[in-house]
Structure formats: structure tokens, C-alpha cells
């Protein structure tokens, strides 16, 4: 069965981080992109984030980049989320998905299989 699960989710005070982590069971995650996403209450759900099956190549929505970076460690079958200088805004129900492809990454692709998500607050 293929699972994903997030977990490193959390309150933290404005220009504080956090690393959310998105761990795979049931398939390996080398042949998959993995894309993080995040809806906050009453809004719809945006992608944050994706890197490619091999790591090689990534995009980030513009309201986090220079501030989040993603990785992987497909050895580990993990990919993780940098999260620094948060901003209140930032606050949401955080989602990792994965979709089978090779070559690179979209945020705006239909992602196959999603976790339940963790939560990040960003709040003093």
C-alpha cells in the first residue's frame, strides 16, 4: 500500500524554520516527483513546492522562494521541506504528493497520492 506521511509540522514564532519531512512506505520514491502543498483555512490548497524523481531539478511557488528549499534522500525514501524566515502567512495544513514521472517537476501537475498532512503555525 503506498503511503505517504508528513511529520516535522508545528508552532513557530515569525522568522523562525522548520523542516517538514515526507517519508514513503509501500514504493520506493525514485521514480517519482514529490511536490508540498498547503491550505490554510478558507483558502484553496497551493503548491508550495516539487523536486524531480532524481533531485536534479525543482520549483517553488513565488511567495517561498528564497525561503524554502526542497530535497531528498530517495536512500532514505524522504523528501524534506527547509522552511526559514516563516512569515504568519506561511500558516497552513502542509501536504506532500507524489506522482510518477521522470525529467522534472510541475506544482501545477495532478499529483497521484497525498498524505495527511501536518500542521504549521507561524505565530508570536
Same mark, same amino acid.
Given at each position: 500500500?503506498?503511503?505517504?506521511?508528513?511529520?516535522?509540522?508545528?508552532?513557530? #514564532?515569525?522568522?523562525?524554520? =522548520?523542516?517538514?519531512?515526507?517519508?514513503?512506505?509501500?514504493?520506493?520514491?525514485?521514480?517519482?516527483?514529490?511536490? +508540498?502543498?498547503? #491550505?490554510?483555512?478558507?483558502?484553496?490548497?497551493?503548491?508550495?513546492?516539487?523536486?524531480?524523481?532524481?533531485?536534479?531539478?525543482?520549483?517553488?511557488?513565488?511567495?517561498?522562494?528564497?525561503?524554502?528549499?526542497?530535497?531528498?534522500?530517495?536512500?532514505?525514501? %524522504?523528501?524534506? =521541506?527547509?522552511?526559514?524566515? =516563516?512569515?504568519?502567512?506561511?500558516?497552513?495544513?502542509?501536504?506532500?504528493?507524489?506522482?510518477?514521472?521522470?525529467?522534472?517537476?510541475?506544482?501545477?501537475?495532478?499529483?497521484?497520492? +497525498?498524505?495527511?498532512? %501536518?500542521?504549521?503555525?507561524?505565530?508570536?
Amino acid at each position: 500500500q503506498l503511503q505517504l506521511v508528513e511529520s516535522g509540522g508545528g508552532l513557530v #514564532q515569525p522568522g523562525g524554520s =522548520l523542516r517538514l519531512s515526507c517519508a514513503a512506505s509501500g514504493f520506493t520514491l525514485d521514480a517519482y516527483a514529490i511536490g +508540498w502543498f498547503r #491550505q490554510a483555512p478558507g483558502k484553496e490548497r497551493e503548491g508550495v513546492s516539487c523536486t524531480s524523481s532524481s533531485g536534479g531539478s525543482a520549483n517553488y511557488a513565488d511567495s517561498v522562494k528564497g525561503r524554502f528549499t526542497i530535497s531528498r534522500d530517495n536512500a532514505k525514501n %524522504t523528501v524534506y =521541506l527547509q522552511m526559514n524566515s =516563516l512569515k504568519p502567512e506561511d500558516t497552513a495544513v502542509y501536504y506532500c504528493a507524489a506522482i510518477k514521472a521522470v525529467g522534472g517537476c510541475w506544482i501545477e501537475w495532478v499529483y497521484d497520492y +497525498w498524505g495527511q498532512g %501536518t500542521q504549521v503555525t507561524v505565530s508570536s
